[in-house]
């Protein structure tokens, strides 16, 4: 662990336990980085080759960062980044493009279709893991955020719902002596 400066990191054991989908149409490129990740434990890494089948796969196997390729057949890195940014969800889903394309126009395209960082192939396995490792912090964060924000949401209505009720039974009760009260003075 040499390579991740901070090994004692807190989080660290969480990190290895969330999941990453590597899709590259290379079957040589996938393990690699399967195995890769696998050695520096984390445990749940999925890889593919055929970029079409990967928005199915993201839908069951709900990765917590994609490392994807831009040159592939079929569809490619651009489309698949545009296909999964349009669901419209709420919850950040960091994805790494790797690429051997390093001109400023494939970066900007990849930026606008929804890449959150690349990684250039060859890519640097130090560089790769503290990539990796960062933005699977910052999925983390945001699930736990995301996870406070919606308990918080929950809290208020049920309060709200508390109050509401007692609100009611003020109104009856104010109703109930303001009649009590009309009854005894006439």
Known sequence: MCCLGRADMVSEPLLHKMKILVVDDDRMSVTLLEQLLQ???YSHVMGITDSRK??????TFD???????LIMPEMDGFALLEALREDGSESFLP????????????RAHALEAGATDFLVKPVSQAEALL????????R????????RRAALEEAVRERTAELRGT?????????RLQSASAFSGA
């Open 167 to 175: 609100i009611a039974e003020l109104q009856t009760a104010n109703q």
């Open 95 to 106: 994805i790494v493009v790797l690429t051997a394309d390093i001109t400023e126009e494939a």
């Open 140 to 147: 983390r964060l945001n699930v736990v955020l995301e996870n």
């Open 131 to 138: 990539r990796i490792r960062n933005l699977l912090e910052v």
């Open 63 to 69: 990765p917590d960062l994609i490392l994807l390729d």
């Open 39 to 41: 050695r520096r434990g």
């Open 54 to 59: 990967a928005l199915d796969i993201c839908a």
